[in-house]
């Protein structure tokens, strides 16, 4: 069920309008602090999620000295009034849709060009926003070029390349099974709870906030070390941050380089990006490859569409295809289904390489994060969505009936 | 007197042979943290002011979107053999003395074009170094550009802009003594006494971390508001970095927007920058204006070799003439000789809108932060040096002997 303590909707709670961080110094009560947690406590995060590295450590994921990779702009101008029938059957603009996601920003692109680009709030073209789970995505991503070049052996035990996590729930799992999420572990992800693992996670990386005297482990590789096993490897999809935390160590040892390095080396300097990107850290320097990852909506777009093209984009080959062909392909549905709380927004999904294959009509795949970050490629239409959003609900079950048909709708509309 | 304590040397102390952060995650001794001060102590420091944005919160200065400026190359090989007579009379190769300085990247630029540029240690040409006091000199040639434009008035009183800081040292001081350093202002600049008041600012603005139960002041701004008055304004020089925050405040207020925004438009943008540079900011987003920027060597060259060319750079006049020559002319010297302890290495000198103008017969003047951080202009020998190091000694009066000599031996050089 849907939580049904009440918000303000977008406008009341617009982050400029509330005059959040405004002033020299801003005023108490419109002052947003890490210490406090205010920085991830509803409205303030609708300032807080473009404004990520004031709040805590980061590195730089460097955009290189190449060229910049334009986009070509072919804006329609109709598109707001365009109709999303949303899953409970109310039919709203997606100027409306947009409003009730909390949308920061939103790029379309059609064949490659924007079509649409707008920002609310505290977004803007230049301002990078923080994309939380979608890091999972250019996480997996990476992990899946490092496969298909030979240097990482997914069908390898975790401990073959990270031996400390032997007595952890990763101490008898594969490195295929961390990349699709089917590793049975003891990390609960419900943010509703905030007895939850993933509190425990993100504590002992600094990403919220502990009580003063915390004993708990200080940094991301101290407390993965010690997560227990919970059920079976291999044989339902289980959504766990963890576990992209683990692949990110994984991709570490593979490489030898940081996983900003690793982004940048690979991906990053390729795209022609417009701005360098930066990651979250723990106080040890280690990145949050599960959700650390602020770029700005471009650039997000830019990785998007070179998915899209199956690898391809800025006049080179960012990719194989096969790394492209493997994500698309997806992964045994039946492990999806098996998790349930997903199935009823994304009937016969799968999840591939820290990707949500859809295995819609469209083929259309996802990269996904809390709070309505998402990008969205729609192959049969040729489109690509990224945005980015402050929703006060974390989860994505409770977006998804509202942002789904936004991506549906825009599709079919594009298709023609 | 030089601390007599026993460092390693430059060799001995190179952080990448000595394995700092290195591994993933970095065995605990090699790791470097915020919370124990280890990011602030020798040889730590010679990784840790290369990565300065793993150790607390930032914000960017925005490079914006317009094209690099190119510097032409004209390298010369053979200065590395250059003579460099130390102030105690030692005669050393230039390389050597670069060595002694504990060096981590030098620049320099001779009628415009780079003639030599190295990089040590931790140190790249895309790796952001933290620029400590030389920062001042960028925050007060904004002060002067804004009082060029007639919307800062130096002779008004500081309370005109903050009267937040009525009851404090600057509630009787004007713009221009803070520009100029002359308040009389009970606030230790003594780095070798833990006691200092620059400590307890650099903790309220959470730039080393604060005790367990800490009780003082938790921002930048609610330090400076409490600092008494010490002596009289307007009478001498007196190196405070509190002076720096406080015209932060007044740029801040004058301007309407932040510093980094600041920065970024009237000065990093037109500069074609290589890279978006970022300042330190406490944990209410203020900016640390009196030693938080962090950029690359060779921005830092650009905006020197800006100064030079008297505000005209990457083909367009940044900032007025008028701007430059009210720095070059620089202050009262009797002001500064009566500081007393800077006299020694930079007789004549004076400080004027936070640049040190030595007043020597090649009419240099110089931007300077703690551990050998600097931008050294010289007029006469067409000459910028842009330096980064990690001496383990702080105050620049014990490198002045060794650094000062290498500028003018250079300038020499240059002049032929």
Redesign the interface.
Known sequence: MEPTQSYPDAAHSDPVRMGW?QG???PPDK?I???DGSFLRFPQTRWSYS?M????????V?RG?GP?AVFPRNEQTDLDALTVTLRDGRRVTWQDALELGYTDGVVVLHRGAIVYERYFGAGGE?RAHIAFSVTKSLVGTLAALLADERLLDTAAPVTHYVPELARSAWGDASVRQVMDMTVGVDCSEDYTDPGAGVYDMLRAAGAIPAP??FAGPH???DYLRHVPKLGAHGEAFAYRTVNTEVLG?IL??VSGV?LAQLLSERIWQKLGA???A?LS?D????ELGGSGLSATLRDLARFGEMIRQKGTFNGRQILPHTVVDDIERGADAGHFARAKIYSHNLPRASYRNMWWVTHNAHGAFTARGVHGQAIWIDPKAEMVVARFGSHHLAANIYLDPTLLPMYEAMAEHLLG
């Open positions: 961080m020299s110094p801003p002052t602090l890490y210490e404004h590295r004031q709040f805590g450590p980061t590195v730089e460097q000295a910049l230049h003063p005297g940094t991301l590789c160590w570490r040892r940081s417009e701005h360098d930066y850290v106080r040890a320097g280690t």
